[in-house]
């Protein structure tokens, strides 16, 4: 079996001649009609009718034609996908995250990219709503919170869980917290989609609501985690948000045992029959970063 002559006949049947498929192909016309000519002859069976003007396929032809074009396909494809992996990640990644979702983490991330694959720039759309990722063009994203129904390849990373912090500043000059009630006699930080009047509170045997007395209302993660980092008060926070504050003593979780939500959170971008070496690198990274600083995958 010759791949050289099936591929030819593929082209000349798709460009509508044999001069078109020569240009094409980078061939003479007198090597196109040879390798079909020897095609026809291995296979005992006319392919293609010529006139001078036009080319007819003949029933064998439209068989041969269907199954040759589509068999090819996955050959190109098969090889295409080694010179994939075989290749570094490099291009423009896009990244879809929630606006909340925390420079800490994202910095970690980007840093750990731009150090092993310094060829792949990151482009981050962050935004309150979920994205059509092929319709917007998004390679991958990170999403928290239960997942729709959905084609995309969707990885659990773990589990994000909101928790009472504060500095250790705070903690050092104001009274002590205990039990949950006693967060009513502090200044609180809400960020406003967790409750602004109220936290509600749970472990595994109760839930409760507390009513609290607010400096600042925001939307802004970034701004309540400033603040709390800087003794304004205590807020409640994702625990990704605060892992490297909280590693390194500068904020604290007042209350373990006790959280306001857990929200699963995963890395998902379109199922695609090859996965390009940017987008796997990006994952892995992702993921892992995710693993360490979230709760186990629940």
């Known amino acids: 079996m010759d791949f050289n002559q099936i591929a030819v006949f593929v082209k000349v049947v798709q460009a509508g001649s044999f001069s078109a498929a020569a240009r094409l192909l980078g061939i003479p016309v007198s090597t196109v009609s040879h390798r079909v000519a020897m095609l026809e002859k291995r296979l005992g069976v006319t392919l293609l009718q010529r006139t001078t003007r036009q080319l007819h396929l003949t029933e064998a032809g439209k068989h041969y034609f269907e199954h040759a074009s589509e068999g090819l396909v996955h050959f190109f494809e098969a090889e295409s996908s080694i010179m994939n992996a075989k ?3 490099s291009g423009v ?41 092929v319709a917007e063009g998004i390679d991958v994203a990170i999403r928290t919170g239960l997942l729709e129904d959905s084609t995309l390849i969707a990885k659990h990373a773990g589990v994000a869980q909101w928790e009472v912090f504060a500095s250790q500043d705070y903690i050092n000059t104001h009274q002590k917290i205990r039990i949950p009630q006693d967060i009513r006699h502090h200044c609180c930080l809400p960020f406003s989609p967790m409750g602004k009047e109220a936290w509600i509170l749970q472990n595994q045997d109760s839930t409760l609501t507390i009513p609290i007395d607010n400096a600042i209302i925001s939307d802004d993660i970034s701004l309540i985690t400033s603040m709390a980092l800087a003794g304004k008060g205590i807020a409640l926070l994702p625990n990704y948000q605060c892992h490297f ?6 904020l604290v979780s007042l209350l373990p045992g006790w959280y306001a939500r857990r929200d699963p959170i995963h890395i998902v971008y379109p199922r695609q029959r090859y996965m390009p070496p940017k987008l796997r690198a990006f ?4 993921f892992d970063h995710l693993k360490r600083m979230l709760k186990p995958n629940s």
């Open 87 to 89: 290749g570094e990640p």
């Open 93 to 133: 990644l896009r990244v879809s995250a929630p606006f909340d979702i925390g420079n800490p983490l994202l910095t970690a991330i980007i840093d750990e990219m731009n150090k092993r694959w310094p060829a792949v720039k990151l482009e981050f759309i962050l935004i309150k709503r979920y994205v059509d990722l």
């Open 245 to 250: 504050a909280h590693s390194a003593g500068n």
């Open 283 to 286: 994952v892995d990274i992702a």
